[in-house]
């Protein structure tokens, strides 16, 4: 059983930076989603599990430039720092494993393990 911990959410004021954690009980690919009200789950982010020259990190548009995918391996734990936070940032974000995949993939189909979510919400 794979078991997933986010932590770092808060409330905070436009342009602030947060840092979401993500302890798992494994090395997977990971990736970050988040969900506000009356809006479907959308993806934020997501890594490898292997690193390797060509790229393993992705984003979605809407965060590139400001948010940014880590892992430590040692720890088994994978990071979000969000710089720059906009207001329409808020949600609840949540990070998944994928047990099947080296390259992880954009969409909730492609993870197989969830935590319970951390809450995000941004004041303007």
């Known amino acids: 059983q794979v078991q997933l911990v986010e932590s770092g959410g808060g409330l905070v004021q436009a342009g602030d930076s947060l840092r979401l954690s993500c302890a798992a009980s494994?090395?997977?690919?990971m990736g970050w989603f988040r969900q506000a009200p009356g809006k479907e789950r959308e993806f934020v982010a997501a890594?490898?599990?292997?690193?390797?020259?060509?790229?393993?990190?992705f984003y979605a548009d809407s965060v590139k430039g400001r948010f940014t995918i880590s892992r430590d391996n040692a720890k088994n734990t994978v990071y979000l720092q969000m710089n720059g936070l906009k207001p329409e940032d808020t949600a609840v974000y949540y990070c998944a494993a994928a047990t099947l995949r080296v390259v992880p993939g954009k969409t909730s189909r492609d993870y197989d393990y969830w935590g319970q979510g951390t809450q995000v919400t941004v004041s303007s």
């Open positions: 494994g090395r997977y690919a």
């Open positions: 890594i490898s599990s292997i690193s390797w020259s060509g790229g393993s990190t």
